[in-house]
T-cell receptor, first 112, second 112 residues
């Protein structure tokens, strides 16, 4: 099973809303990632969790708040987003942080 | 500075043609992945190459890792409309930096 699942598939939110994106993997991977991707561009790394601890935060604004409740789950809490935050948000996991990453299908976020 | 240069950025060809996509760097990678991504979906892993000079085949796709592990190529034989998508190369730097470095991607359109 090389599947990473993400919910929801699509999300529309206002700038005052609070919402969360969820990611799950059951491959026993110890590293999990959040990426942001704009159309026709490569994914941009946001956060890396290694063994459930935040190891990399790529200077992401505080309106994005990651959480790793356990080794299989990764959340991204969203609050007071801006329209320019509209993008495809991808979750990925890998056995270790220097190994092949497997991506989820993404959440398409629209901020109005 | 783009660590992983991917070319061409765009490619529009007719069904049945052959094509090659390149990823080049001045840095050494311990491994390199190729992904294909369709609009609104997450990147799907095609292959991981780890050994200098390695060649891997996946049906009509041939992947090569350079002898010095600084470059890679993806060759598609007899392209089909189903090959249309964004092709991304991503590498793990040999320096031990713990995340992937992405190329900017090649948008391939195969017309019937």
């Amino acid at each position: 099973d090389t599947e990473v699942t993400q919910t929801p598939k699509h999300l529309v939110m206002g700038m005052t809303n609070k919402k969360s994106l969820k990611c799950e993997q059951h491959m026993g991977h110890r590293a999990m990632y959040w990426y942001k991707q704009k159309a026709k561009k490569p994914p941009e790394l946001m956060f890396v969790y290694s063994y459930e601890k935040l190891s990399i935060n790529e200077s992401v604004p505080s309106r994005f708040s990651p959480e790793c409740p356990n080794s299989s789950l990764l959340n991204l809490h969203l609050h007071a987003l801006q329209p320019e935050d509209s993008a495809l948000y991808l979750c990925a996991s890998s056995p270790g942080t220097e190994e092949t990453q497997y991506f989820g299908p993404g959440t398409r976020l629209l901020v109005l | 500075t783009q660590l992983l240069e991917q070319s061409p950025q765009f490619l529009s060809i007719q069904e049945g043609e052959n094509l090659t996509v390149y990823c080049n760097s001045s840095s050494v990678f311990s491994s390199l992945q190729w992904y294909r991504q369709e609009p609104g979906e997450g990147p799907v892993l095609l292959v991981t190459v780890v050994t200098g000079g390695e060649v891997k085949k996946l049906k009509r796709l041939t992947f090569q890792f350079g002898d010095a592990r600084k470059d890679s190529s993806l060759h598609i034989t007899a392209a089909q409309p189903g090959d249309t998508g964004l092709y991304l190369c991503a590498g793990a730097l040999d320096s031990g930096y713990s995340t992937l470095t992405f190329g900017k991607g090649t948008m391939l359109l195969v017309s019937p």
